[in-house]
Nanobody, 121 residues
Framework: QVQLVETGGGLVQPGGSLRLSCAAS????????MGWYRQAPGKQRELVAS???????VYADSLKGRFTISRDNAKNTVYLQMNSLKSEDPAVYYC???????????????WGQGTQVTVSS
């Protein structure tokens, strides 16, 4: 079983920054792509950014330039640096990971429990 634990959420003023972390633990063969999604009240969950295990990234168009995704494969951790936070950014931020439990098994998608980001003065 794989667990994903997000940390780093909280309250920040408009224009401020936060860094989210998501650490994977458990027993697995390899983690492939990892990503961040967010869901605001009354809205669908949407992609923020994703990153492959060799560092290729994809961003939501509206967030390019403000958010940066990165990962540390040795720590099985993905990060999301969020700068210039705006009033439209508050949401629960979730990480996910595409994981091969064993060499022979197919890839499975795991989700973290989410971390709240609030932007308010």
């Amino acid at each position: 079983q794989v667990q994903l634990v997000e940390t780093g959420g909280g309250l920040v003023q408009p224009g401020g920054s936060l860094r989210l972390s998501c650490a994977a633990s458990g027993s697995f063969f390899r983690i492939n792509a990892m990503g961040w999604y967010r869901q605001a009240p009354g809205k669908q969950r949407e992609l923020v950014a994703s990153i492959t295990n060799d560092g290729n990234t994809v961003y939501a168009d509206s967030l390019k330039g403000r958010f940066t995704i990165s990962r540390d494969n040795a720590k099985n951790t993905v990060y999301l640096q969020m700068n210039s936070l705006k009033s439209e950014d508050p949401a629960v931020y979730y990480c996910n990971a595409n994981v091969k439990p064993t060499f022979y098994s197919v890839e499975r998608l795991y989700w973290g429990q989410g971390t709240q980001v609030t932007v308010s003065s």
